[in-house]
């Protein structure tokens, strides 16, 4: 959704890094740049002026034009106030200190408020709640059908006493359905109210009589992130005739600008509190403003990444590949490939996955245009195998990979493909085990590192070296500074002898700033 304004604010910054120093016009260019590209992803006009004026006014202080890097300090300003429009801290859900907890869905029709009931549902019951779904739009053609399906597939309890179709009293359900659930041993209760095509009064009525009835700890107003500035609008009006302590931005994950998911926090006063990004019950997720604006710069999203990984992936089964991966490469079959691929496609889409990685921008055609069925064909061609091939590929021949190929209906260059894949990801895999991977800095077994000591004493030949000043009076200062030194200890505060003391020479590319 973001993807226009993350290209237009990333070419923003790539104009300011080659500067060491940022003028009065860099700013007023930069933050130009960026009114622009808020405005064409379709953020309200308020929120751009007050976002425009923090970013100047902080750009033109002291922590940009004393930083080391004032490019970083721009990028971490905008980043600041990001998180600022997006409301700030996350805030959780606010449970009854005697359950039921009571969340009343409110919204446009159309908004995605039957959908969304079922993925908080599921959510809730991930963490460990009992949800009751309570079907109280009556009158949308199937809603309470709708409803019921969901739950279903949620796999939580639905109350659905009326059949709808205008037919039953949403205010009598919604009251009923408390007493239901202290029953039946529910602590949280999700209200699903009907929606119109726009704000009216008996919408407005309709809401504000159940809240009455039920008195909800928390009322979420499920808002479409697609509808742009109307939505801004919309949950105004909402706030005002009926009001709502929270938001939930559905359908994240379309192609439209997201100016309304950058507003409406700044101009409601409420947080944004969940986000549904995807048509599957799953992918639905907390929302974290500060994770967020790092998606929008650029930056990755690997806290959520690393909470996936840990929902999906057991710590028993991670430390038995570990385990494996250190003995030998050998040790890692196909069907521990395959066991671990079917796990990262438990996490979700891939493109979305490797969306959240840093610096993955730069890559976005790549990811979009993905095929997410490689996985399916990549599985089909190791189920093909027989457990012999699967334990020791080197066996697979000619014949073999055609046989392969038949049975999983691809190509025999395929087989060949996904086997030398294998064994390069089994060599990468087993580096890694073993602390390190050739060409990362700061990793054993690296080049720079194992050839350091080269390096080292090529300094230390040169420090050896080093030739006295021409200048006498030069000279002269240079040696009583080096007894004053030595008096004190050494350089840095290091005794005498140590490395680092007397013979101390900064490197040859520092000295043209010394004079």
């Known amino acids: 959704m973001f993807d226009t304004l993350s290209d237009r604010l990333a070419a923003t910054f790539k104009n300011l890094r080659g500067k060491g120093r940022l003028s009065e016009a860099d700013i007023d260019a930069t933050a130009r740049e960026i009114r622009i590209a808020l405005l064409e992803a379709d953020v309200a006009l308020p929120v751009v002026r007050a976002f425009i004026k923090q970013v100047k006014e902080r750009s033109l202080g002291a922590e940009v034009s004393q930083a080391l890097n004032p490019a970083q300090q721009v990028i971490k300003i905008v980043n600041d106030e990001l998180i600022g429009i997006l409301g700030g801290e996350a805030r959780r859900l606010r449970f009854a200190k005697q359950p039921p907890t009571v969340i009343m869905l409110a919204g446009l029709q159309g908004a ?150 950058l507003s409406i926090a700044h101009v409601t006063g409420r947080q944004i509190m969940f986000a549904s990004n995807g048509e599957k019950l799953d992918d639905f997720d907390a929302f974290h403003p500060d994770r967020m604006a ?109 046989r392969i190929a038949r049975g999983s209906g691809v190509e025999v260059s395929a087989v060949k493909n996904l086997v030398e894949r294998f064994f390069d990801a089994r060599k990468m895999m087993s580096k890694m085990a073993q602390g390190g991977m050739p060409g990362m800095p700061g990793m054993p077994g690296m080049p720079g590192v194992g050839g350091g000591n080269k390096r080292k004493g090529k300094q230390q030949k040169k420090a050896k070296g080093k030739q006295r000043s021409g200048n006498p009076m030069k000279r002269k200062a240079e040696e009583q500074a080096a007894a004053a030194r030595r008096e004190q200890g050494g350089a840095f505060g290091l005794p005498d002898g140590d490395q680092g003391g007397q013979d101390f020479e900064l490197p040859d590319e520092f000295k043209k700033f010394m004079g």
């Open 294 to 402: 790092s998606r929008i710069l650029g930056m990755g999203d690997m806290l959520s990444l690393i909470e996936k990984a840990e929902q999906t992936f057991s710590q028993q089964e991670a430390e038995k590949m570990a385990a494996k991966l250190a003995k030998g490469p050998k040790e890692f079959t196909l069907d521990d490939f395959l066991a671990q691929m079917e796990q990262v496609r438990k996490m979700g889409s891939i493109s979305k996955l490797l969306g959240m990685l840093p610096g993955m921008g730069q890559m976005k055609d790549q990811i979009n245009n993905l095929d997410e069925r490689d996985v399916d064909r990549t599985a089909a061609i190791i189920k093909s195998m027989t457990p012999g091939e699967r334990q020791d590929p080197t066996i697979i021949n000619g014949s073999r990979r055609a």
């Open 112 to 261: 995605g408020k039957t959908t969304l009931a079922g993925k908080l549902g599921r959510w809730l019951n991930a963490q460990g709640h009992t949800p009751l779904l309570v079907a109280c739009d009556l009158q949308r053609p199937n809603a309470v059908n709708q409803l019921s399906v969901v739950a279903e597939r949620a796999g939580v309890a639905v109350f659905a006493p009326e059949p709808g179709n205008g037919v039953g009293d949403p205010v009598k359900v919604a009251q009923d359905s408390i007493e239901f659930a202290r029953t039946k041993q529910h602590d949280v209760v999700i209200v699903d109210t009907a929606g119109r095509l726009g704000i009216d009064e008996e919408l407005m009525r309709q809401a504000a009589d159940i809240r009455d009835a039920v008195r909800p700890d928390e009322v979420l107003f499920v808002v479409d992130a697609m509808i742009g500035q109307d939505a801004v609008n919309t949950a105004e009006a909402f706030r005002d005739g009926v009001g709502f302590d929270g938001v939930v931005l559905s359908k994240l994950d379309g192609d439209a600008r997201g100016g309304a998911a």
